[in-house]
């Protein structure tokens, strides 16, 4: 079990800034993968930044040169830096969290996906 606290959403008008944070704690050994999702309304829920347990990163390409994924590994926590944020940003960021376990004596996966509560993020002039 993981489980998964946001903060960090609000209200900001187009070229401004937020930080969206998630704490994870839980079983966050098994954890091989964190990253940030977002759904607006009447859209299906898209990728916007991974973030492996080896430091590799990965966005969307509508985020590209404006968000940066981090992580804090001491205090179990992912950051994501959103700049120069546009109208199209509004949605509710969701964390998540992907694990991967190993069944014992074999060379198979488990691999789960949790999620945290969803922050709302709201871009408006």
């Known amino acids: 079990q993981v489980q998964l606290v946001e903060s960090g959403g609000g209200l900001v008008q187009p070229g401004g800034s937020l930080r969206l944070s998630c704490a994870a704690s839980g079983s966050i050994f098994s954890i091989n993968a964190m990253g940030w999702y977002r759904q607006a309304p009447g859209k299906e829920r898209e990728l916007v930044a991974t973030?492996?347990?080896?430091?590799?990163?990965n966005y969307a390409d509508s985020v590209k040169g404006r968000f940066t994924i981090s992580r804090d590994n001491a205090k179990n926590t992912v950051h994501l830096q959103m700049n120069s944020l546009k109208c199209e940003d509004k949605a509710v960021y969701y964390c998540?969290?992907?694990?991967?376990?190993?069944?014992?004596?074999?060379?198979?996966?488990?691999?789960?996906?949790?999620w945290g509560q969803g922050t709302q993020v709201t871009v408006t002039s």
């Open positions: 973030i492996t347990s080896g430091g590799r990163t």
């Open positions: 998540n969290a992907h694990l991967r376990s190993t069944v014992y004596g074999t060379t198979y996966y488990n691999e789960y996906d949790y």
